[in-house]
């Protein structure tokens, strides 16, 4: 859960919101143990979203922090918890609907 604060900035106050860049590399390294390669995908919704993002404030841009990650993020509005995949997509051709 976010708050905002005075400049309209997102104030981070949730457990999850602090634990979130640890529980998707945890969802990578149990995607790589079982699958025995690395996942190139990673599907939020924008709270996840959000939340990353607050971690990593420091980039503002979307390409560098997948870089960082070793994985594109794909948006879903309905998703209930983020997780990791491996697609042939080309995303960065891919168009948004």
Do not use: C
Request: net charge negative.
């Amino acid at each position: 859960m976010t708050q905002s604060n005075e400049v309209g900035r997102p104030q981070r106050n949730s457990k999850l919101e602090d634990d979130m860049l640890s529980f998707i590399y945890q969802l990578a390294h149990e995607f790589e143990q079982e699958h025995g390669f690395r996942p190139n995908v990673l599907y939020l919704n924008r709270t996840h979203f959000t939340q990353l993002q607050g971690q990593l404030a420091e980039i503002h841009n979307l390409g560098t922090m997948s870089k960082l990650l070793g994985m594109e993020i794909v948006l879903e509005s309905d998703l209930a918890h983020p997780h990791v995949g491996w697609s042939t997509v080309d995303w960065q051709r891919a168009v948004a609907v």
